[in-house]
Nanobody, 124 residues
Framework: QVQLEESGGGLVQAGGSLRLSCATS????????MGWFHQAPGKEREFVAA????????YYADFVKGRFTIFRDNAKNTVYLQMNSLKPEDTAIYYC?????????????????WGQGTQVTVSS
């Protein structure tokens, strides 16, 4: 059974940092693109960042460029999202997702596996 499990969320003050982790199990995702999305209360799920299977290509939403970094360790079957300079508007549930293909995409419909999410709250 394929599982994606996020961790690392929590409460942080504006300007602080968090590192989210997404551990995969049930099969290897070393050949799969991975992504992070978030969903704030009352809003739709929104793309944050994505990485291709090798880690050599990444893409970010404009509102996180220069602040967030996505990277992966295929030996550990884990993808990370380093979040720096956090803002109150980053408050949301953050979801990890995996594609059945190695090339990255930004649309949620292009992802086939999802984690349960981890809450990130940034206080002002």
């Amino acid at each position: 059974q394929v599982q994606l499990e996020e961790s690392g969320g929590g409460l942080v003050q504006a300007g602080g940092s968090l590192r989210l982790s997404c551990a995969t199990s049930g099969r290897t995702f070393s050949r799969n693109a991975m992504g992070w999305f978030h969903q704030a209360p009352g809003k739709e799920r929104e793309f944050v960042a994505a990485i291709d299977w090798s880690g050599g290509s990444t893409y970010y939403a404009d509102f996180v460029k220069g602040r967030f970094t996505i990277f992966r360790d295929n030996a550990k079957n884990t993808v990370y999202l380093q979040m720096n300079s956090l803002k109150p508007e980053d408050t949301a549930i953050y979801y990890c997702a995996a594609r059945d293909f190695g090339n990255l995409r930004v649309g949620s419909l292009d992802y086939h596996y999802w984690g349960q999410g981890t809450q990130v709250t940034v206080s002002s």
